[in-house]
Structure formats: C-alpha cells, structure tokens
C-alpha cells in the first residue's frame, strides 16, 4: 500500500470510530427520557466522562496551537457533543435524586411513580408508531 | 511558550484525559454487576461503546504498525519517547473501555434472558433482584456489606420482606 492508501484507511476508521462515540450517549437518552428511568445509572459514569471530554477539548485547543487545525476540529466537535449529551444526562438525574430526597423516597421508586404516572395520563391515548419503534428501550 | 512546551502540555492533558476516558465505565458496570439490575441501561449505549472501542484499537495499531512507513511532515515532535507515548494511548485507554463495556453487555444480556425465562419485564427482575440482595446484607456489619447496601440503595424499590 502506498502511503496516501494508508492515510486514507485510517482516517476513514477514525471518523467511523468518532462518530460512534459521539452518538454513544444517544440511545441512553432515549431510554432515560422515555422510561424515566435514572436509577440504575451511575452518576460516576456521568461526571467522569464530563470532565474526560472537556479535557479533551482542552487537548483539541493545544493542536490548534500547533497549527493542527483538521485534527483538532474533529476532536473538538466529537468532545463537545459528547460533553453535552452527558451533562443532560447528569442533570437529570440529579434532579431525580433530589425530587425523590425531597418526597423520602429511594431514586428507584421515585422513577417507578413518574413512569406510572405516565401510563396513567397516556390511558386514553392512541399508542402512536413512533413508540412501537422502540429497540432503544430494550 | 514555545512548540514544545505546547505538545508537553497536550500530553499532559491528553494523559490525564485518557485515564479518566478508560475508567468511565468502572463505576457503571460496577454497579450495574452488584445490583444486577440494568432495566435503566440501554443496549444501544453499551453496544456503540464496544463498537467505537474496538474501531479505536485497530485504529490505534494500525497507525503504530504503519507509523514507519508514514513520512509524517506534519508531526512537529522528533522527541521519540513523546511519539511513543501519543501512539499507544488510544490502544490502551479503549481496551480498558472494551473490557467494561463487554461486562456490561454481558450482565445486561443476562438479565433479559434471565427475565423472559420467568415471565417477568426486566424491570420487574432488576426489583426483586435488588430486593433479595438488600435482604442479604441488611442486618450484616462488615464493611463489604456496608458497600453493597450503599451501591444498591438508589436502585431499591420495595423495602418490605417479599
């Protein structure tokens, strides 16, 4: 293979394996935000990959120092999407916490009341297509 | 600062970075091992991680293997220990992701099996799980216990005896 072959293959793979830790978190989304369903989630997995993708950024920043400016794009807007879609994670599930601290409840059965409450108001609904689709919730 | 100050710096961050990225998932399968409860987790997060992980890897060793033949102009290090280390990064941070995510899924995939077999909603199962295991350890004093009752705490739903 020459070496241009070779820097095209790796790049290819690096996008590829961007993109899906980029949209990692997505699914967990879904699911948290469909079953309302925080509790077997841990909060350290939140916090860690919060800080983990900020200093990325920062390492993105460094390369842009150097003049790195295609690298450090790519690390920049993977880092930073993923950054955000931890923080929603983690904000909701603090707000889980503490709701369910205020009512003295565990965080499971404060879940377990939103997501009953929520059958209860969707009783009457038509189930639409859009929630049959739903590997996410598997 | 001078270019070299700048790449220390970025391996510094880079390091640290790394570290945290490679024990993200730590906590999550730890917890997710003990409660045996993953009704909250979704199958597609743990499924792109060890997607994305295992492309990193092959990633990672490719680009060392093909590391000679690149005449790389853009690398502004000639400082080989630095190079060493910005190669092997990416291999070892996402093995260490791979191994915990591949138990997560493991547990995951044992827990919905375990589910369909008793007719139960896998949330229902993780319940009775969590249940059985704070009736274990409930009235225990040693500090295993002590752990155990507060991993599983969040994830307890019904504290009356079954």
Redesign the interface.
């Known amino acids: 293979?020459t070496?241009e072959q070779?820097?095209l293959?790796?790049t290819s793979?690096?996008s590829?394996?961007a993109i899906?830790?980029a949209?990692?978190?997505?699914?967990?989304i879904?699911?948290?935000f469909s079953?309302k369903?925080?509790?077997?989630?841990?909060?350290?997995?939140f916090i860690?990959?919060f800080?983990?993708?900020l200093?990325?950024i920062?390492?993105g920043i460094?390369?842009l120092?150097?003049d790195?400016i295609g690298d450090a794009a790519n690390l920049i807007w993977q880092n930073s999407f993923v950054a955000i879609l931890s923080l929603i994670l983690l904000i909701y599930k603090i707000i889980h916490?503490k709701n369910a601290r205020k009512l003295h409840l565990?965080?499971?059965?404060y879940?377990?009341k939103l997501s009953s409450e929520k059958k209860q108001k969707n009783i009457n609904k038509k189930p639409s297509k859009f929630r049959n689709f739903s590997?996410?919730?598997? | 600062m001078d270019l070299e100050n700048i790449i220390i710096a970025g391996l510094i961050i880079s390091t640290i970075a790394g570290v945290l990225s490679a024990i993200a998932f730590i906590p999550q399968t730890v917890k997710s091992l003990v409660t045996k409860s993953t009704s909250g987790l979704s199958i597609g997060f743990v499924i792109f991680g060890i997607t994305a992980s295992t492309i990193w890897i092959i990633w990672g060793v490719l680009s060392s293997v093909f590391a000679s033949a690149l005449v790389n102009d853009s690398s502004s290090t000639t400082n080989p220990a630095i190079l060493a280390a910005q190669t092997a990064a990416p291999i070892w941070t996402n093995a260490l992701v791979l191994i915990w995510s591949l138990a997560l899924l493991f547990s995951k995939i044992r827990n919905i099996n375990i589910s369909k077999k008793q007719n139960l909603t896998e949330q229902e199962y993780s319940n009775l799980q969590v249940t059985k295991i704070y009736y274990k350890h409930k009235d225990k004093k040693s500090l295993h216990s002590k752990i155990i009752l507060k991993i599983i705490k969040s994830s307890l739903v019904q504290k009356e005896e079954l």
Request: with cysteine; proline share 2%; glycine share 2%.
């Open positions: 293979m070496a070779i820097t293959l790796l793979l690096s590829i394996a899906f830790s949209i990692l978190f997505l699914p967990q879904f699911k948290s079953t369903n925080t509790a077997d989630n841990s909060i350290f997995l860690i990959t800080t983990a993708n200093l990325w920062g390492f460094t390369l120092l150097q790195k916490i565990t965080e499971a059965q879940c377990l590997w996410w919730k598997k």
